[in-house]
């Protein structure tokens, strides 16, 4: 992803949420906004959450992360579990649950449904927007019954930039698979792309240092680091991987470094 600083407004205008907004704006760096701005993307907070939005015309709608109903929860529960070719890229096997540094977090999919599936997770993202709605969901879900219990236990935030944070981990916390999820390459098969997927590549501009991130990774990493991939790209900083494991539309290039 980028390395700019985005900055945007924060915006709500529910008066009981002022407070939570104020400490939110202090925290990410945002500027507390009182109407809409033009023609911008803007984050909303109201009584659903945190939300990026868009305050042009013909634009898509909000995006916000969802860690408790919708996609993600039909995803954990009908997804394939263990068995899906996430969590074997991973390397979970019966009896082993590998701690995960998730290098790239964006909007925390595959690492909320690694720690689904048992493992430790390292949510590690640079953008101060997506590490607001992150933790927006994260809190959530630590407020929902059915999955407060493990996401509690196996999944943490942290707002800072990959290529520094896994540098300067002491070795006793080095996870055992980092995983990078880069912003997938311009291409026909994501001619049309999802929501929001468009808003991050609008914010965030496209992918620059993925590859230098790579061999990074490649030192931090005590079992292996897995990159995903559109399934026709081409490899990472053109470096071969040991394995892949390929579904539909998506390759896991497995990089073995025990």
Known sequence: MSTSQLHTGLLTTNIALQQQAQSLA????????????????????????????????????????????????????????RGQPLARAAGIKPGFNPTVWDATAGLGRDGFILASLGCRVTLCERSAILAALLQDALQRAVADAEISGWVCRRLRLVHGDSSELLQNLAEQRQAEVVYLDPMYPPGKEHVLVKKEIRALQELLGPDRDSDALLEIALKSARRRVVVKRPRRTGWLNDKKPDTCIVSKKTRYDIYVTL
Do not use: K, T
């Open 26 to 81: 202090e925290q990410f760096g945002f500027e507390l906004i009182s109407e809409l701005p033009g023609n911008a993307y803007y984050l909303c907070l109201n009584e659903q959450g945190l939300q990026l939005r868009h305050a042009g015309p013909s634009v898509p709608g909000p995006v916000r992360i969802d860690f408790v109903s919708g996609a993600l929860a039909h995803r954990r529960r009908y997804g394939g579990g």
